[in-house]
Structures are given as C-alpha cells and as structure tokens.
C-alpha cells in the first residue's frame, strides 16, 4: 500500500504562486510515477501534471493548459513531489489531488499517465483558490 497527502493548498490573487507538495509514503520502493489532477466545481477531474522515473531516467508531462507555468519536481530521498505554480490564473482554482502509480511502467510517451486510470493511490486533495 502507498498513501499520499497533500498540502501547499490556499487562497491567493491571480498572477502570485503557489507550491504544493505531495508526500508518499508505504511501500514507495514500487512507484515509478506521480501525477496532480485537479476538480473545479461542476467539472470533471482533469489531468494537470504527472512525473515519471527511473534509476536513470525522469519524465514530465503537463496538461495544455499549464505548460509553461507550472512544474512538477521530486525528491526521491523525501519520497515528495511537487507543483510549483506559477502566474495562477482564476480558471486554475480547484481541488489539487495527487496520485501514485505502482507496477510496470509504461513507455508510450507519457500518454498513460495523463489519465486518473494510470494511478493506483490517491490523496485527499488540498484547495487552491485564486481571486482575480
């Protein structure tokens, strides 16, 4: 089992920053990617960033919609990732949920990982509010 918690979430002005974190924890010796989604109110949950490694190897991988602004980051000796924020726009307000994946990892360009089907292990979600 992993379990994953956010935090970092809150209330701030359009155009500030904002970092959120991501702490895993169990067997974490099996995760081999992490990825954010996020949910509005009366909307779907939508894939924001996701990062993926290996012994050699890291990925990123970013929704349209926040590349450029936004990035993904590890520390592996933390068993943390990260959502740095940037330039947050009112559209960007909603539930941040981070998620785990485990098991084989996939080689097809990031394209798994950008669905919530990618995941097996999801935090509870931290707020972030952006005023305009």
Not at 1 to 21: F, I, K, P, Y
Not at 36 to 42: E, L
Not at 70 to 99: G, H
Not at 105 to 126: K, L
Request: glycine share 10%; net charge positive.
């Amino acid at each position: 089992q992993v379990q994953v918690v956010e935090s970092g979430g809150g209330l701030v002005q359009a155009g500030d920053s904002l970092r959120l974190s991501c702490a895993a924890s169990g067997r974490t010796f099996s995760t081999y990617a992490m990825g954010w989604f996020r949910q509005a109110p009366g909307k779907e949950r939508e894939f924001v960033a996701a990062i993926v490694w290996s012994a050699i190897t890291i990925s990123t991988y970013y929704a349209d919609a926040v590349q450029g602004r936004f990035t993904i980051s590890r520390n592996n000796a933390e068993n943390t990732v990260y959502l740095q924020m940037n330039s947050l726009k009112p559209e960007d307000a909603a539930v941040y949920y981070c998620a785990a994946s485990t098991g084989p990892r996939r080689y097809d360009g990031g394209r798994y990982y950008r669905y919530e089907a990618g995941y097996h292990y999801w935090g509870q979600g931290t707020q972030v509010t952006v005023s305009s």
